[in-house]
């Protein structure tokens, strides 16, 4: 075996390792569940109204919840009717762009943890950061509906 085919065993044994690292096998997770809502979304339609899934809250109590009409929202958003989608939820276009903004940063900060493994600690935390500045940004009218019960 040569020298140069050993660096390169070498190499591969240590992106595989670092590809089953907690941060990256979350990172994965994440993305598959954040797929997974935006083809939710397209795949259902608002005109069809036909979402296997329901507001338990609206059902139980008789009255719209904070989320009300996200599905149909989040749909819309995907056809380009962003004033129809206002109509159904008023606050999702922000956790729109919340679920895109953790999409694209969990395949970008993947990838930036791969390449650049020295920086490791910087990249989470500016990630926790960055993630829950947006969060409580795109999340603060749910939350303050929720409190709003205490």
Same mark, same amino acid.
């Given at each position: 075996?040569?020298? @140069?085919?050993?660096?390169?065993?070498?190499?591969?044994?240590?992106?595989?390792?670092?590809?089953?690292?907690?941060?990256?096998? #979350?990172?994965?997770?994440? %993305?598959?569940?954040?797929?997974?809502?935006?083809? &939710?979304?397209?795949?259902?339609?608002?005109?069809?109204?036909? &979402?296997?899934? #329901?507001?338990?809250?609206?059902?139980?109590?008789?009255?719209?919840?904070?989320?009300?009409?996200?599905?149909?929202?989040?749909?819309?958003?995907?056809?380009?009717?962003? @004033?129809?989608? &206002?109509?159904?939820?008023?606050? +999702?276009?922000?956790?729109?762009?919340?679920?895109? +903004?953790?999409?694209?940063?969990?395949? #970008?900060?993947?990838?930036? &943890?791969?390449?650049?493994?020295?920086? #490791?600690?910087?990249?989470?935390?500016?990630?926790?950061?960055?993630?829950? %500045?947006?969060?409580?940004?795109?999340?603060?009218?749910?939350?303050?509906?929720?409190?709003?019960?205490?």
């Amino acid at each position: 075996m040569t020298l @140069s085919t050993r660096r390169s065993d070498a190499f591969l044994n240590l992106k595989r390792r670092q590809i089953f690292e907690p941060y990256i096998c #979350v990172n994965i997770a994440l %993305t598959v569940v954040l797929l997974f809502v935006f083809f &939710y979304s397209a795949l259902f339609s608002p005109e069809k109204d036909n &979402y296997p899934v #329901v507001c338990i809250h609206e059902r139980l109590t008789g009255e719209p919840c904070a989320s009300c009409g996200l599905s149909h929202a989040f749909s819309l958003i995907l056809q380009g009717r962003i @004033s129809e989608a &206002y109509r159904w939820n008023n606050n +999702a276009m922000r956790v729109f762009i919340f679920f895109a +903004a953790q999409l694209i940063m969990r395949i #970008v900060f993947s990838v930036f &943890y791969l390449r650049h493994p020295e920086t #490791v600690r910087q990249l989470i935390v500016y990630d926790i950061v960055v993630s829950s %500045t947006i969060f409580l940004i795109a999340f603060m009218p749910f939350i303050k509906w929720i409190l709003r019960f205490l």
